[in-house]
Nanobody
Framework: QVQLVESGGGLVQPGGSLRLSCAASGTIFNINVMGWYRQAPGKERELVAASTSGGTTNSADSVKGRFTISRDNAKNTVYLQMNSLKPEDTAVYYC???????????????WGQGTQVTVSS
């Protein structure tokens, strides 16, 4: 089994910054993509940013230039640095990872429990 544990959410004023972290643990042979999704009240879950193990990243147009995703493969950890936060960034942020538990076994998708980010004055 694999667990994704997130940290770093909270309340911040518009224009402020937060850094989210997500550490994967458990039976892990390899992790392909790790990323962050978010879900605001009444809206569908959407991709914020993702990173492959090789360092290729992509992000939503709404966060380009403000959010940066990074990974520490040795620690099975992904980070999301969020700058210039706006009220519309308010949402529950979920960590996501595609994990290969053993060599030769197909990748499986896992989700973290979610961390609340609230941007408000």
């Amino acid at each position: 089994q694999v667990q994704l544990v997130e940290s770093g959410g909270g309340l911040v004023q518009p224009g402020g910054s937060l850094r989210l972290s997500c550490a994967a643990s458990g039976t892990i042979f390899n992790i392909n993509v790790m990323g962050w999704y978010r879900q605001a009240p009444g809206k569908e879950r959407e991709l914020v940013a993702a990173s492959t193990s090789g360092g290729t990243t992509n992000s939503a147009d709404s966060v380009k230039g403000r959010f940066t995703i990074s990974r520490d493969n040795a620690k099975n950890t992904v980070y999301l640095q969020m700058n210039s936060l706006k009220p519309e960034d308010t949402a529950v942020y979920y960590c996501n990872a595609w994990v290969q538990p053993y060599s030769g076994i197909y990748y499986q998708q896992y989700w973290g429990q979610g961390t609340q980010v609230t941007v408000s004055s």
